[in-house]
């Protein structure tokens, strides 16, 4: 049986703009992280905004580590010119969670689709090549539920296992939701569990 990843690569932070020229076309490359959907357009509009004489704005990105959500867009190059070669580096570096965008403003000479594939696809590389690469865990949110009357007990031990707390309903049912890693769920819900009353349950 295939074992589930307990880690991803990603992004520390946006590259720097990178710029790779053929025939006078000028290619400016960017990587971004990301961590949902949401995020992408702002970023194209914000290329846009950054190079007006700009011809197409090409990009590819990946969500996801179990559940991969992905897109690679042409922006108006031959179909499979850009998209693809940009989401194959994407590929190429093992990467997830990130928006990878190639500005493209034309210089006259038409590249043919080999020379655009090696293009978008040299740019990407050089954009992904400048940006720092981290290893993450993954994480899974763990609700606990209990009566208010055992809520110093369980906040004790939440802090004694350092587990992140991302929402908390505190009235005479309480409710506390808290992040750990992937890694660690089954011992920490072992842990829990010794709390009387107390109730984890796993979130998707």
């Keep these: 049986m295939e074992q589930k990843p307990h880690s991803y690569k990603t992004l520390a932070r946006p590259s720097e703009a ?3 020229t053929d025939r006078k076309s000028k290619f400016y490359g960017y990587a971004f992280p990301i961590n949902k959907i949401e995020a992408i357009k702002p970023l194209i509009e914000d290329l846009w905004e950054k190079y007006p004489k700009a011809n197409h704005v090409c ?7 179990e559940n991969v959500q992905y ?3 042409d922006d108006g190059e031959p179909r499979n010119s850009a998209g693809s070669p940009i989401y194959g580096q994407i590929q190429s570096f093992e990467v997830t969670n990130v928006f990878v965008a190639v500005v493209r403003i034309f210089g006259g000479t038409k590249l043919g689709v080999g020379g655009l594939i090696h293009a978008y696809r040299t740019t990407a590389k050089l954009a992904l090549k400048a940006s720092t690469i981290i290893e993450k865990r993954l994480k899974v949110c763990l609700e606990l539920t209990f009566e208010y009357q055992t809520l110093d007990q369980v906040m004790r031990t939440i802090k004694r296992q350092k587990l992140e707390v991302i929402s908390q309903t505190l009235e005479m049912h309480c409710s506390v939701v808290v992040q750990v890693n992937k890694t660690e769920a089954e011992k920490v819900q072992e842990i ?7 109730v984890t349950k796993k979130l998707d």
Aim: aromatic residues 16%.
């Design 71 to 73: 897109r690679a867009n």
């Design 192 to 198: 829990l569990g010794r709390v009387p009353g107390l």
């Design 18 to 20: 990178v710029l790779f």
């Design 59 to 65: 990009y590819a990105w990946q969500l996801g580590v």
